[in-house]
């Protein structure tokens, strides 16, 4: 991304972070809005449950819900790094575990692969854990 001055690795990161969130809400809408029976009801007030949506819209719907819950966390802890003034190895490489961990969680849910699935979401929480540890004050 050269012309882009994100000032630190982290926030670039975090700016790529929130492209990958809007891939993730564009396959959720794509995949379990589609659902035959779905459209309807999801154009309207929504007041009472809709059809239940496809395997993998079910999945893309789980998957979305589970990025936005982790992607608040890595937010905070990028941004009080960056608001610290805390930039080492440590939350550069949770800032790189973070993202690259969820850019492998999509497919791995979508095509309903297990274990290693577990391993994606494991690697990106992990990210969050080493960025919080690397603007620890101590």
Same mark, same amino acid.
Request: charged share 15%.
């Given at each position: 991304?050269?012309?882009?001055?994100?000032?630190?690795?982290?926030?670039?990161?975090?700016?790529?972070?929130?492209?990958?969130?809007?891939?993730?809400?564009?396959?959720?809408?794509?995949?379990?809005?589609?659902?035959?029976?779905?459209?309807?009801?999801?154009?309207? &007030?929504?007041?009472?449950?809709?059809?239940?949506?496809?395997?993998?819209?079910?999945? =893309?719907?789980? =998957?979305?819900?589970?990025y936005v819950e982790t992607f608040a966390l890595f937010a905070a802890v990028v941004l009080m790094?960056?608001?610290?003034?805390?930039?080492?190895?440590?939350?550069?490489?949770?800032?790189?575990?973070?993202?690259?961990?969820?850019? &492998?969680?999509?497919?791995?849910?979508?095509?309903?692969?297990?274990?290693?699935?577990?391993?994606?979401?494991? &690697?990106?929480?992990?990210?969050?854990?080493?960025?919080?540890?690397?603007?620890y004050p101590g």
């Amino acid at each position: 991304m050269q012309g882009f001055d994100f000032g630190t690795a982290e926030l670039r990161y975090l700016w790529l972070a929130v492209a990958l969130g809007l891939v993730h809400l564009v396959l959720y809408v794509l995949l379990a809005g589609g659902t035959p029976g779905r459209v309807g009801w999801a154009l309207g &007030a929504r007041d009472e449950a809709g059809p239940a949506p496809s395997k993998i819209g079910g999945r =893309a719907d789980r =998957a979305w819900k589970n990025y936005v819950e982790t992607f608040a966390l890595f937010a905070a802890v990028v941004l009080m790094a960056n608001a610290l003034g805390k930039h080492n190895a440590r939350t550069l490489l949770g800032s790189e575990l973070f993202f690259w961990g969820r850019v &492998a969680y999509i497919p791995l849910y979508l095509f309903g692969v297990p274990f290693v699935r577990t391993l994606a979401w494991i &690697a990106a929480i992990v990210g969050i854990v080493f960025v919080f540890l690397g603007i620890y004050p101590g």
